[in-house]
């Protein structure tokens, strides 16, 4: 089953690598255009059994926005190690959009095709995120991370305790079949069409 789990991450990602080609231009081109540095960025984290790796999303923040975090760490909505602040001033118009609609999260289809990340999975951690997990928070980077998981399509941006985000991952580590990855892939859909990522 995992070995079918990977061959159709490789099919999915190759396919929407290439059908996506059109929409990844336009973003390179939006985030050029409407703020200074790099289109793509940079994503360097923790993955399956606390190995690092480097993966890239689209640009959504100023090129400078890691100097910035400490001064907003007191706006955090999130409890334990993982930050997140609606409204954050750090975000570009343009990164606004691609956070609304998740398109930020399409490189990451290059990370899948390479096998550090699938599809479905639990999110990967931030290195220093990574260093505050107690031990039963890392059994969430028990598995490959994903794209998508159950904290995706459960409300992400309602959901402000860690340990309940960490639950959902469990759930999902405990309960994995395939048919669970296409039912999270098929409410992802909806997810994403009603724009309420950030």
Not at 35 to 51: H, L, M, N, Q, R
Not at 167 to 184: A, Q, R
């Amino acid at each position: 089953m995992i070995i079918l789990k990977r061959i159709l991450d490789i099919l999915i990602s190759i396919f929407l690598l290439i059908v996506l080609l059109p929409v990844f231009t336009i973003m390179i081109i939006l985030i050029k255009v409407s703020s200074k540095g790099p289109a793509f960025f940079k994503w360097c984290v923790i993955g399956k059994d606390g190995e690092p790796f480097t993966g890239y999303k689209f640009r959504t923040m100023i090129t400078y926005a890691d100097h910035l975090k400490a001064d907003l760490l007191n706006y955090n909505e999130m409890t334990g190690p993982v930050f997140k602040m609606k409204n954050d001033p750090r975000i570009t118009r343009v990164g606004k959009f691609l956070r609304k609609y998740s398109l930020d999260e399409l490189p990451q289809l290059w990370s899948v095709f390479k096998g550090d990340m699938s599809l479905v999975g639990p999110r990967p951690a931030g290195p220093k995120e990574w260093e505050k997990y107690e031990d039963w928070h890392k059994r969430k980077l028990s598995v490959t991370p994903g794209i998508t998981c159950l904290w995706q399509v459960n409300g992400r941006n309602e959901i402000h305790e860690f340990e309940d985000w960490v639950k959902l991952d469990l759930e999902y580590i405990d309960n994995w079949s395939l048919w669970l990855d296409f039912k999270i892939l098929l409410q992802t859909i909806p997810t994403v069409l009603k724009g309420t990522g950030q």
